[in-house]
């Protein structure tokens, strides 16, 4: 009963920004903790950032740190994740995830909810 739509996903030069949304329906106003993560041709799916309910605790991937910046606004039930100069590496397609666990965790095994993805391309 839990349903997260992304967007925001589209063609940017590398260098440039973009901002991701998640919106959530269902049960959205519970306490969840929230995540990005992302997966390239031929990877594996990669952790990017999460934060937990409050907002008070965040964790990003060593690749993203001092460029992406996660935040929720659980007023509106949504979550965002600001991508600056971004580079081709970045290109992948982002999914948003919620799960339950205590804390802001890193393995795609602690998010119970995914969003069905959004494309980022990057241009160079």
């Known amino acids: 009963q839990v349903q997260l739509v992304e967007s925001g996903g589209g063609l940017v030069q590398a260098g440039g920004s973009l901002r991701l949304s998640c919106a959530t329906s269902g049960r959205s106003s519970r306490n969840f903790t929230m995540a990005w993560f992302r997966q390239a041709p031929g990877k594996e799916r990669e952790f990017v950032a999460a934060?937990?309910?409050?907002?008070?605790?965040?964790n990003y991937a060593d690749s993203v740190k001092g460029r992406f910046t996660i935040s929720r606004d659980n007023a509106k039930n949504t979550v965002y994740v600001q991508m600056n100069s971004l580079k081709p590496e970045d290109a992948a397609v982002y999914y948003c995830?919620?799960?339950?666990?205590?804390?802001?965790?890193?393995?795609?095994?602690?998010?119970?909810?995914w969003g069905q993805g959004t494309q980022v391309t990057i241009s160079s």
């Open positions: 995830a919620a799960g339950t666990e205590v804390g802001v965790p890193t393995s795609p095994d602690n998010y119970a909810f």
């Open positions: 934060i937990s309910w409050s907002g008070g605790g965040t």
